[in-house]
Nanobody
């Protein structure tokens, strides 16, 4: 059983900052890519940022220069530092981990339950 638990969401004013965390736990053999996605009201889920297990990152154009993704492999945790937040950044943020468990040779995607980010004055 694998669990991804996000934390750090909340209400912030435009221009403010938040840092999201997502910790993976369970019978994990290896974690490959980790990433953050978001889904705003009435919108499809979209990629925000991803990071490989050796630290290569990729960002959506809309967050480049404002958001930073990082990970701590020893803690199986991925972070998203969000600065200069805009109202259009408001969404439920989900983390995803591509991993292999000790019980299965397949490499599968696992998702967290989501954390709400609200940007409003």
């Amino acid at each position: 059983q694998v669990q991804l638990v996000e934390s750090g969401g909340g209400l912030v004013q435009p221009g403010g900052s938040l840092k999201l965390s997502c910790a993976a736990s369970g019978n994990i053999f290896n974690i490959y890519d980790m990433g953050w996605y978001r889904q705003g009201p009435g919108k499809q889920r979209e990629l925000v940022a991803t990071i490989t297990n050796d630290g290569n990152t990729n960002y959506a154009d809309s967050v480049k220069g404002r958001f930073t993704i990082s990970r701590d492999n020893a803690k199986n945790t991925v972070y998203l530092q969000m600065n200069s937040l805009k109202p259009e950044d408001a969404a439920v943020y989900y983390c995803k981990a591509r991993l292999r468990t000790r019980r299965n040779i397949l490499i599968l995607d696992y998702w967290g339950q989501g954390t709400q980010v609200t940007v409003s004055s």
